[in-house]
């Protein structure tokens, strides 16, 4: 089946440092991107997303690329902050959905900031 | 505004028992969504509620879990009888549009996190 996936569980930064989450996605019809922050004890909560006919979006110190040619999707995290920790997903909103709330999520990568 | 809340935030039981989870969606949302993460890996969606209607239960794993949402409102989500591997975090996200361009409008709750034992 299809699937978005993560490419490495846990990524270790510096505070200050910039963070670069990847995730790869197999289903070459999917049209819309969306990254989500897990914090412990908490939902997922939406920080960014791309539509397929952009190659990058930014917002406040995130960033996010689309590179359709090879299905990669990052997150990129300017001066990381001890509050940035968390679990981040990637997820593809199911193209045989429509547009709804049906989306297929990666593994996750979890993000620890070192002081 | 209450955002989506579920309920209980934990639970303990042995296999074989039943439990049910609860989520109260955002007021006026008529769109609900259960996902949930198994032993850590990805987010796995379960199933879409439009008001009481089920739209989609595709990703419902089995006959051991039953969904339901009388009146719209808020929803509940069975297992009977409870797994060892239906251990995990179940989340509950509402949407108050159904096609929707963007899921910023997409709400999770904190989620149950399920041991069975």
């Known amino acids: 089946g299809e699937s978005v996936g993560l490419h490495l569980p846990t990524l270790s930064v510096q505070e200050g440092d910039n963070s670069i989450i990847n995730c790869a996605y197999s289903n070459s019809a999917s049209d819309y991107f969306i990254w989500y922050k897990q914090e412990s004890g908490k939902g997922p909560q939406f920080i960014i997303d791309i539509r397929s006919n952009m190659d990058k979006r930014q917002g406040q110190r995130v960033t996010v690329l689309l590179n359709k040619t090879v299905k990669h999707l990052s997150l990129q995290i300017a001066a990381t902050q001890p509050g940035d920790s968390a679990v981040y997903f990637c997820a593809e909103r199911d193209p045989s959905s429509g547009n709804t709330g049906k989306l297929i999520f990666g593994q996750g990568t979890t993000l620890q900031v070192k002081p | 505004e209450a955002g989506v809340t579920q309920f209980p935030s934990h639970s303990v039981i042995e296999k074989g028992q039943t439990v049910t989870l609860r989520c109260d969606p955002i007021?006026?949302?008529?769109?609900l969504y259960w996902y949930r993460r198994v032993m850590g890996k990805e987010i796995k969606f379960l199933l879409h509620f439009v008001k009481e209607s089920k739209q989609d239960e595709s990703g419902m794993p089995n006959n051991r879990f039953l969904a339901e949402r009388t009146g719209g409102t808020y929803s509940t989500l069975k297992v009977q009888p409870a797994e060892l591997e239906d251990s995990g975090v179940y989340f509950c996200?509402?949407?108050?549009?159904?096609?929707?361009?963007?899921?910023?409008?997409?709400?999770f709750g904190s989620g149950t996190q399920l041991s069975v034992l």
């Open positions: 007021s006026g949302h008529d769109n």
């Open positions: 996200a509402s949407s108050q549009d159904g096609q929707a361009a963007t899921n910023e409008k997409l709400f």
